[in-house]
Structure formats: structure tokens, C-alpha cells
């Protein structure tokens, strides 16, 4: 099997994580699924909530149709910075420095990767953000074989809210042998 590509702008923005020593970038297999759903909103609004170092919205933009827009957020003065740097030569993007509800002013979002604030603070909150047929994808999850989906032995509340949510239609997917994301779509 043929050896797939990183995108060029995923490695600059893996390069200032290491230089800035920022360690909770996107993996790759998360990025494959964040092209994927920018991909599929080729005229949309992206959004991304934890910017980072800009690794995720490296990915997100290797998928951002030619009219497609993507805004990102990042509470961290010098990460955003930086990542708006690696940026600085594509307008569809606009990197924002601060709180996740920086990002309500460009909703609705078509396609939505709540990476960073939102997710638990504001659950209802980030689905409401959702247009109608928009994709929500949210990582960092460890997958579960039991249900209702469990995490330190107890119920994962926070992931149940979301694959049980009735504005969405979800699923839980692997994307490493020990992670897992929530991929969801809003109802119309």
C-alpha cells in the first residue's frame, strides 16, 4: 500500500508545534477525516474551535474548497499567532485569537471540528452552531466496547450526549487502535 502524502502546510505547522513546544497537535489520522469533511462542504463555512499550532486547520484547509471559508480559534496570544502565520497567504482562512464563542458571529458552521473550548463547556451550544447537514467531528475520545460508552469505568456522559443528541445522527469511529472520534451531522 502506497504511503499517503501529508499535505505541505501540515508540516509547517508541525514544525512551529515543535518549535513552540505545543504537544496535543491533530494526528494524522484525525487530519484525514478533517479533509474529508471540509472536502465535502466545498462551498461552506469550516470551523475550528483549538487552533493550536494550526495542525488540525492545516488539514482542514488541504480540504477547503475554493469557496469555502475557514475560521479558527485559539485563546493562547502566541500560538495564534503563529498558526496565523503559517496561514498569512490563504484569505478563505481567518485565524482568531480567544474564547471558542469568538466563533458564534460566523455561524452557521457547515462542517464544525470542536477541537478545543465548546465542547464541554457548551455541548448545546456547539450542535446549535450547526446548520442544518453540517459535520461535527470531536476527537480525543478512547473507544469503548460496552454501551452506554464508558470512560474511567464510568458512563462518558460527555460522549453520549453527543452520539445520543436527536438534532444529530452520530457515530463513534476509531481512528487509532486506542482513539476515537464522534462524527456527527445535523439534522435538517
Not at 496570544?77 to 496561514?87: I, K, M
Not at 463547556?121 to 460508552?149: H, Y
Not at 436527536?166 to 481512528?175: F, K, S
Amino acid at each position: 500500500m502506497a504511503e499517503r502524502s501529508v499535505p505541505p502546510r501540515v508540516v509547517v505547522a508541525e514544525r512551529v508545534a515543535a518549535e513552540v513546544g505545543f504537544m496535543h497537535s491533530c494526528i494524522p489520522e484525525v487530519g484525514r477525516l478533517l479533509v474529508l469533511a471540509a472536502a465535502a462542504k466545498p462551498c461552506g463555512v469550516v470551523a475550528e474551535s483549538g487552533t493550536g499550532s494550526g495542525v488540525g486547520t492545516a488539514w482542514l484547509c488541504s480540504g477547503l474548497g475554493a469557496g469555502a471559508r475557514l475560521v479558527t480559534v485559539e485563546r493562547d496570544q502566541e500560538l495564534a499567532r503563529r498558526a496565523a502565520g503559517v496561514f498569512a497567504d490563504d484569505d478563505r482562512v481567518s485565524v482568531l485569537t480567544g474564547d471558542w464563542r469568538l466563533l458564534e458571529q460566523h455561524a452557521p458552521f457547515d462542517a464544525f471540528f470542536c477541537d478545543g473550548g465548546g465542547k464541554r463547556e457548551d455541548p448545546e451550544r456547539v450542535v446549535e452552531l450547526l446548520a442544518p447537514g453540517g459535520l461535527l467531528i470531536l476527537d480525543d475520545f478512547t473507544p469503548s466496547p460496552r454501551w452506554p460508552p464508558r470512560f474511567g469505568g464510568e458512563v462518558d456522559e460527555l460522549r453520549l450526549f453527543y452520539l445520543t443528541h436527536p438534532a444529530l445522527e452520530a457515530t463513534e469511529v476509531l481512528t487509532t487502535p486506542a482513539s476515537s472520534a464522534v462524527v456527527a451531522v445535523r439534522r435538517h
